[in-house]
Structure formats: C-alpha cells, structure tokens
C-alpha cells in the first residue's frame, strides 16, 4: 500500500526558514530549484512525528536538544542522497590499480609503511567504505600483514546505524564485480548482501559534521566525493580546513570533479580532476 503523506501547502517563506535552519546545522544550501525536493521530504518526517503542520514542526524542532533523536531523523531525511558500491568506477579504477600497487610497491622497498588509513566522509550507508574494504583485500595479497583503518563519518545517525548493519540490497550492489561479490559478501535469507568480517574488521563509522574539526586523525586519502557541491563559499571553507588538518603531507584528496574547491587547493597539486595532492 502507498504511504500517503500530508497535503498542506507549503509557503515559500516556511521553506526558506528550513533551508535556512538546515544550512545553519550542516552548511548545506537547497536552492530554490530543490523546492519540490525539500517540501518532499519535510512532508515525511511531518508525517513520522504526526504533526500537521509546517509551521508546528518547525517550532517543535527548534525547541528541541540537538541530541533528539528527531534532529537526527530530520537531518537524516534532508541530507541524504543515493549511494551504491562502486559508484564512479573511473576512480575506483585508479585505487586499484594505481593507488594501491604503489603503495604496496612503497612497503616492499621499505619506504612506507604496511599501513593505510583512509577516510570516507559524509559516508552516507557506508557503501563507500565498504568499496575501499574490498578494493584492499583484493588487491593487497598480503593484507593480513598490513594495519588497515577505514573511518566513515556523517551528519546522520540513521545512515550510520544502516553502515554499521551492513545490509545491501541489490541495488546497492548492482555495480560490485561478481567475483569481488562472491569473494567478499554473503547472501543473506531476504536476498540482500553482507560484507564478510575481513572487510568489517577494518571500517568503523561515527558520527561527525564536516563544519567541525576531527582532532587526533590524520589519513593517508580522504574520499569526499560530491560533498562541496552542496555547501556555499564559507561552509566549503570550513569543511575543507578540517579535513586538510586530518590528511598528512602528501597525503590525497579525492572529490567530485566539480566540487568549486578551487580556492582551497593552493597547497595541493592536481593529479586529475577529482585527486589532489597535499605538498
């Protein structure tokens, strides 16, 4: 049966309050093209918390903690966007097949070590980082002898409690190589997929808003893949200091290919469109 959400009529105005309420708690911008997607999705959580009105849940929602479990369902619903293993195969080409065997050729000769820790930021349901997981224990033959750290991170806490379960449907998955899908994921009784423990052993996921800093983490290759597209000139600026403080000199930075990143890439060098280097 079809969910049937509320009707009401949204203004114009009570919109721009949202949007500007949601660019206040994640620096993202929905412009005036998105006002069919915001009202959409205003229209679920309305329906969720059984409250009619727009205006109400307005009210309601900014009278509320910012630890309510309503303010993570709402940042959640606003925030979210489609995700899928392999996604962009051009850059997961490059990981395994450039990134990763240097690396590897790096520890061989003794000038690196046999470690990697790898960011993947607004992760979403971490289909990201379970792609990184993969990718290595394809590609690193010796991989038990190495230390590997994923970290996924988002604003949402529904997206993480969905990374941390680890459920795909085949939707999901549709992207995934099926020897790589064979290998690493487990079929389940509903028909969804599993990562094995060999590629959960290595991800963990927290909470984080990339307007604030991550103290104490410093990477190796931060993904943060169509991220930039949705902040404006300042929250890009913050989003993008926090992240450069975790990434070690060196170190890179893997976006979107049009993320308006221009200003913030003084320091780096570009090794192509979506990749730049830390000096």
């Known amino acids: 049966m079809a969910t049937t959400l509320p009707t009401e009529t949204v203004s114009d105005s009570q919109l721009t309050k949202f949007a500007n309420l949601i660019y206040q708690k994640t620096g993202n911008r929905f412009s005036s093209q998105k006002k069919t997607l915001l009202t959409n999705r205003l229209r679920r959580r309305l329906k969720a918390s059984g409250i009619s009105g727009f205006d109400e849940y307005y009210q309601y929602l900014t009278k509320l903690s910012r630890r309510h479990e309503e303010w993570n369902e709402f940042l959640q619903e606003v925030t979210t966007h489609e995700t899928y293993l392999f996604r962009d195969s051009m850059q997961w080409d490059w990981f395994t097949r450039r990134y990763l065997p240097a690396r590897v050729s790096g520890a061989r000769r003794g000038e690196l070590p046999k470690e ?29 002898e190495w230390k590997i750290n994923i970290l996924g991170t988002d604003i949402g806490t529904g997206a993480l409690q969905q990374a941390e379960q680890a459920d795909f449907n085949e939707r999901a998955m549709r992207l995934v190589p099926s020897r790589l899908q064979g290998r690493f994921f487990t079929k389940t009784k509903t028909g969804n997929w599993r990562p094995k423990e060999m590629l959960t052993q290595w991800t963990r996921f927290r909470q984080h808003n990339l307007l604030e800093p991550l103290p104490g983490m410093h990477f190796d290759l931060v993904f943060v893949k169509n991220v930039f597209i949705y902040f404006d000139a300042d929250s890009k600026r913050k989003a993008f200091e926090n992240i450069n403080k975790t990434l070690r000199s060196g170190g890179l930075l893997l976006s979107g290919p049009a993320e308006g990143i221009t200003d913030q890439l003084r320091d780096y060098d570009r090794e192509e469109p979506w990749l730049h280097r830390k000096r």
Not at 119 to 124: F, R
Not at 125 to 132: F, H, K, N, R, S
């Open 116 to 144: 990697l820790s790898i960011w993947s930021a607004a992760c979403s349901t971490g289909d990201e980082a379970y792609t990184i997981a993969a990718c290595i224990a394809d590609k690193i033959t010796s991989v038990s």
